[in-house]
């Protein structure tokens, strides 16, 4: 008898961890990053403690490729362009903006040294996905985030804007390659939001933050910006995309996207007054509370899921 129990709870335990397995990558979220520069970009992915490592922690993305990556449902972390790298055969170098200093393609649980878009992301266990790009730590190159296939707001944001031909002198990297930010280049605590201006009601934006958020309104400009630069979504993926072209932004109402992946080539131009008109209109609220990515079982994983159940209740 004792042997059939210890049978009996090993059969059930190895049925639920197979049950767990199959029905792991229903919740999640794909990544795509494309790469529409007339450049090569080395993406760098950073995740957040306690949040498991994805496929690549940095890659080479040649003009006009894109790449995928699966996340889980709990990732959280941050993406961002390198550029300028120099790698060579074995995969050792660096790069001339936005390197993460580990000496390699690879950026091995190290981010981005300013100054480096981010694009940032929590994918929770509840109901939204949080996203934001941010220049808080800087700027080098342009950048926008696009969620398909969700329910929700589901705004595109970031920055279509080369920022470094606006760039003032005092914040430039030699060359006009990336831009600081004002904590970056003069470390006073009012632009970094640190000591006695640690908050939302005593930290303001300032002459430099506000040169940001007029190039790009959808970002973070300055740390505590969250009103108009923190976006939600419900069950999309989403796409990265490195010097995106106008035509491929949207507005929360707009329709869906081209798949998740794909690339205009078509090479239209969009009026700049246009454009501007475009980026003035993104505004979403702040939503708070916790974020997910769940999506609906597939037939056969809804079959699989009911056998399982069924075989497991015939031992209670």
């Not at 430039?172 to 930010?181: E, H, L, N, V, W």
């Not at 970094?192 to 506000?210: D, H, L, R, T």
């Not at 609220?285 to 809804?302: E, H, K, V, Y």
Request: some cysteine.
């Amino acid at each position: 008898m004792a042997r059939f129990s210890c049978y009996h709870h090993s059969f059930i335990t190895f049925l639920s961890f197979i049950l767990a397995v199959f029905l792991e990558g229903v919740t999640a979220a794909t990544f795509t990053f494309i790469n529409k520069c007339d450049y090569t970009v080395w993406p760098g992915i950073l995740a957040n403690p306690g949040s498991r490592k994805l496929e690549s922690t940095g890659f080479e993305l040649t003009k006009g490729s894109s790449r995928s990556f699966q996340a889980p449902t709990g990732w959280a972390g941050r993406f961002w362009g390198r550029t300028g790298c120099n790698f060579n055969d074995s995969g050792h170098g660096s790069c001339a903006t936005g390197d993460c200093g580990s000496g390699e393609v690879e950026c091995n649980g190290a981010g981005a040294i300013p100054p480096a878009t981010l694009a940032e992301f929590t994918l929770g266990s509840g109901s939204q996905d949080f996203y934001d790009v941010s220049l808080v730590d800087g700027y080098n190159l342009p950048m926008i985030v696009e969620g398909s296939g969700g329910s929700g707001e589901c705004a595109t944001t970031g920055c279509m804007t080369d920022l470094n031909k606006k760039c003032p002198s005092e914040l430039r990297i030699d060359g006009g390659t990336a831009c600081k930010s004002a904590c970056d280049a003069f470390g006073n605590p009012e632009y970094c939001c640190s000591g006695v201006y640690n908050s939302p009601a005593a930290c303001k934006p300032s002459m430099y933050s506000e040169v940001f958020k007029s190039a790009c309104p959808k970002s973070y400009s300055y740390a505590f910006d969250d009103a108009t630069s923190t976006f939600t979504c419900i069950g999309a993926d989403y796409s990265i995309t490195f010097c995106p072209n106008v035509p491929s932004l949207k507005s929360p109402k707009d329709p869906d996207p081209k798949p998740t992946g794909t690339i205009d080539d078509s090479g239209s131009d969009t009026d700049p007054m246009q454009a501007a008109a475009l980026s003035s209109q993104w505004l979403a609220n702040l939503a708070t509370g916790d974020s997910t990515r769940i999506q609906p079982f597939s037939p056969t994983q809804l079959g699989f899921a009911k056998t399982i159940f069924i075989v497991l209740s015939l031992f209670f």
